[in-house]
């Protein structure tokens, strides 16, 4: 039997369910999920293997206007995951109106190297008539390879998604040993557990002023220790983040530490500190010391 493999970007606005779709593909949670805009920053490498295929899914931010350097970041990250692969999904919401965000993607992939597909999510909240309407209005923008309907959420249609982008993909190597889901680092997704958590419990009173530092990771015989430092912008969100008597860190470290475990399938200890440094967002060299280096993706 032919294996085959190859490269998939996953694009789209932010919150338009990607990182969802990722987690359902791969069965677990490596991608970090949240309600607040722009949750993803980096791009997120998922490897799915089964008997026919590897497929590399590349989970990017949400294309939007930015704000600031740490948003320029983001944007070049995303937009320049269309270039070199093998196929290119363009996430959108079923339930909303197509604007000014989605045609300027569109306008975007025509450069892409591969096929386009259309993934429209959150169709369980569409009748048929809607969703009929909505496909007639995406066909109208760009010569999609194909649209394919489905709920990320519930995993509707998932499984045939797969299947086109398999029957899509060239023979190839397995580039990643079988039991491997991602090529990041281990510091790299407790780091994004913890943001996740703070992303949480915080809403939209510290959104995206945080940077999380791995300061050091060890393991011995009782399990895996982890340091942490969470830099914000203003004393204030430091003083929002350790919370009334230490609470707001306290439920932060408890529930992160759960994903790691999780994720780690050992014991966990983590120690969390948090820091201001002054409009790091905007500064290189913080940009690059939190991992978040435009230069690195033009």
Avoid: C
């Avoid at 983590?270 to 991992?291: I, P, T």
């Amino acid at each position: 039997m032919t294996f085959k493999s190859g490269f998939v970007s996953i694009v789209g606005r932010p919150n338009v369910g990607k990182s969802t779709l990722l987690n359902h593909i791969l069965k677990t949670k490596l991608a970090i999920t949240s309600s607040t805009a722009q949750t993803t920053r980096n791009t997120i490498q998922g490897i799915y293997t089964d008997d026919e295929a590897q497929i590399i899914f590349m989970d990017t931010p949400g294309i939007h206007k930015p704000q600031d350097g740490l948003g320029s970041f983001m944007n070049t990250n995303a937009l320049n995951s269309i270039y070199g692969v093998d196929i290119v999904l363009l996430i959108a919401p079923a339930d909303e109106k197509i604007g000014k965000g989605d045609r300027f993607i569109v306008n975007r992939l025509k450069e892409a190297d591969g096929p386009v597909y259309l993934i429209l999510n959150k169709i369980d909240l569409l009748s048929k008539e809607q969703l009929v309407q909505k496909l007639a209005q995406w066909k109208e923008m760009f010569d999609f390879k194909e649209i394919i309907p489905i709920s990320a959420l519930n995993g509707d249609n998932v499984e045939h998604l797969l299947e086109i982008i398999k029957s899509d993909l060239h023979e190839g190597v397995m580039y990643y040993p079988k039991d491997h889901i991602t090529d990041h680092p281990e510091r790299f997704i407790m780091a994004e557990f913890i943001r996740e958590k703070i992303l949480y419990f915080t809403h939209e009173e510290v959104p995206h002023s945080v940077a999380i530092v791995i300061e050091s990771m060890t393991e011995d015989e009782q399990g895996v220790h982890v340091m942490a430092a969470i830099v914000v912008d203003r004393p204030s969100q430091k003083a929002i983040l350790i919370g009334k008597q230490g609470s707001m860190i306290k439920k932060i470290r408890q529930n992160a530490r759960r994903e790691m475990k999780r994720f780690l399938q050992t014991p966990v200890t983590l120690e969390l500190f948090v820091k201001v440094e002054k409009n790091w967002r905007n500064k290189q060299k913080y940009l690059r010391e939190f991992g978040y280096d435009e230069n690195d993706y033009s």
